[in-house]
């Protein structure tokens, strides 16, 4: 079998040990270790995947979220979770297990010979095929690809985004869109063809951090200080 | 919130210029390199927050004030925005109208560095400011009721 796959795999069993450990200890504070340790498997598993810019968003964001995490959880003073365990939420839980394992088996082990008709690993939806004739600008002439194993839409990418001067000039005088002649296709997508989803994302975080804001703030707790009930 | 042991405060001194280089380069690389705007911006933020945790909130009340993250926040959203509006100098929400350049090059593809400067502004600021919240916070109501035996 393909080396990177078996470490997928060896991931994928690390990822789901830690998961049910978080989901199962009575310490919190090992809790929340246990989903940083998820955390950083799933940045290795998009670095082997070839997503560095994905690797290296969710080490940075997993690094700050376990500080804030831990931090909350060592001032807190009551240390573990005390409630009963209830039956029906590890019976889900398996039962999840369960599903993922017959989904894992199936895509990786039989998709050779089409098996639970799933797409072979690796093996995109959006392929180059279908990106070229989506990217290509209007009233470029079709575009007819060779017909090779589609691997990336990296290519069309290639293809469309990424021009010499005195092309984009061309294009500019025929009133066609400017190719973005980024070297990291990623940014291209996220700032300039879908520049729009991006601002609805920074929308979030800033909402977000007001909601933060509005919760936190000193006033509301002078003002409430007497009654509230904050634990 | 006191700070940290004689030890941490030194490495802390040693490596925080490092963690904001590097927080610096993938934000302005980032459309060259993997990286970007978010990257960045955590990078640059969690150097600020290894600096709180190592110095206390002291140092925090007289440099990196929570009315300069909240200032932060605000100007990448209006940064990014106003890139946005740039666009319709060529007739549309979001155009990239300035000159793409040679691909590799710092000063290449158009509008993507300003955006990537403007999140990475945002998001860093954003997140400090997260943090302080949390800790500047719990500090205020750990004074108010000591007698619960919370330490900040």
């Known amino acids: ?231 | 919130m006191q700070g940290m042991s004689p030890i941490v405060k030194n490495i802390t001194r040693l490596v925080a210029g490092f963690i904001a280089l590097y927080g610096a380069y993938t934000v302005l690389y980032g459309h060259v390199t993997p990286g970007g705007g978010f990257s960045g911006g955590v990078v640059l933020a969690s150097g600020l927050v290894l600096v709180v945790l190592a110095f206390g909130v002291g140092l925090e009340q007289s440099v990196l004030s929570d009315a300069a993250a909240k200032l932060g926040d605000s100007l990448g959203a209006l940064l990014f925005l106003a890139v946005a509006f740039l666009g319709y100098g060529a007739g549309m929400f979001f155009v990239n109208l300035l000159p793409s350049g040679e691909t590799g090059r710092l000063a290449s593809a158009g509008t993507i560095p300003i955006s990537n400067i403007a999140i990475g502004i945002k998001v860093g600021a954003g997140l400090l400011s997260l943090f302080v919240a949390l800790a500047v916070f719990r500090r205020y109501r750990a004074e108010q009721r000591s007698d619960t035996g919370m330490e900040a």
């Open chain 1, 1 to 231: 079998m393909d080396p990177v796959l078996l470490l997928l795999l060896a991931l994928l069993g690390f990822m789901l040990a830690g998961s049910l450990i978080a989901v199962e200890t009575r310490d919190l504070l090992s809790s929340v270790i246990c989903v940083g340790a998820v955390g950083f498997g799933t940045s290795l598993v998009f670095l082997l995947l070839g997503a560095p810019d994905l690797a290296l968003t969710q080490v940075v964001v997993e690094i700050l979220i376990l500080v804030v995490l831990v931090r909350v959880i060592i001032t807190r003073r009551d240390k573990t979770y005390t409630a009963s365990r209830a039956t029906l939420p590890v019976g889900l839980v398996l039962l999840a297990l369960g599903v993922m394992a017959a989904i894992v088996f199936g895509t990786l082990v039989t998709a050779e010979e089409g098996g639970l008709q799933m797409r072979r690993f690796g093996d995109p939806l959006l392929n180059e095929q279908a990106e070229a004739s989506i990217m290509a600008p209007v009233g470029e002439p079709e575009v007819a690809l060779t017909k090779t194993e589609p691997r990336s839409i990296g290519g069309a990418y290639l293809k469309h985004g990424v021009k010499s001067a005195e092309e984009a000039e061309a294009q500019v005088a025929k009133h066609l869109p400017k190719p973005p002649n980024a070297s990291n296709y990623v940014m291209a997508i996220l700032l300039d063809f879908r520049a729009y989803d991006t601002l609805g994302e920074a929308t979030v975080i800033f909402v977000a951090i007001i909601g933060v804001y509005a919760i936190l703030r000193k006033v509301g707790r002078i003002r409430h200080a007497g009654n509230v009930a904050d634990r």
